[in-house]
């Protein structure tokens, strides 16, 4: 089946560096999503891109969708305490389910 | 405010019993999907439901698994003879429109089902 590949796995970053990371899959998306799932929460959807070579952002968070289709990233900019958790890429294409990523664990240090 | 609520938050079951976990939408939508996440690992579709009918489903989602919106409103999950390996976080998550199908999913708290 679909996979993703995300990465990096996890990250240590300082309070109110800026933070990248990213997906890329074998096979073409037609959406891509991103979500942040807190410890034992369910994910919370934070941006949804269905354009290649759409940039959308919220608040400080900008996700792009890539022009082959086959990534996405995610940046996030000067990071805050809160930003702490799990970052997960979701893809579909048409009327498939959404194949999430492995997701990328960002700690924040004060 | 969720978009969904579940209940339990959190079940505890000895293998080979039966349990129905229950996902309640704020208000009518049409589809509804089932996820779980293992400890640690990345979410996984199980099935999505459509109209009071499942459209799709996944691998994992076999004959001990089946859905059901029996009154309307609430969504169900039943397991119907758990295993230790059932034992995970299920999600129940919900699209905004028909337009929308498999995008932009709004995910339930979650409820934690723990086999023994």
């Known amino acids: ?110 | 405010e969720p978009e969904v609520t579940q209940t339990p938050s959190h079940q505890v079951t000895q293998m080979g019993q039966e349990v129905i976990l229950h996902c309640v939408p704020i208000s009518n939508h049409l589809y509804f999907y089932w996820y779980r996440q293992i400890l640690g690992q990345k979410v996984e579709f199980l099935v999505s439901f459509y109209n009071n009918e499942i459209s799709e489903k996944s691998e994992i989602f076999d004959d001990q698994f089946s859905v059901e919106r029996p009154d309307g409103s609430n969504f169900t999950l039943k397991i119907r003879s758990t295993k230790l390996e059932d034992s995970a976080m299920y999600f129940c998550a919900r699209t905004l429109t028909p337009e929308n199908y498999y995008n932009e999913q709004f995910f339930g708290p979650g409820t934690r089902l723990t086999v023994l």
């Open chain 1, 1 to 110: 089946g679909q996979q993703l590949n995300q990465s990096p796995q996890s990250m240590f970053i300082q309070e109110g560096e800026d933070v990248s990371m990213n997906c890329t899959s074998s096979s073409i998306f037609n959406t891509w999503l991103w979500y942040k799932q807190d410890p034992g929460e369910g994910p919370v959807l934070l941006i949804a891109l269905y354009k290649a070579g759409e940039l959308t952002s919220n608040g400080r968070l900008t996700a792009q969708f890539g022009i082959t289709r086959k990534d996405s990233f995610l940046n996030i900019s000067a990071s805050i305490p809160s930003d702490v958790g799990i970052y997960f890429c979701a893809g579909a294409s048409g009327n498939t389910p959404l194949v999430f990523g492995k997701g990328t664990r960002l700690s924040v240090i004060a």
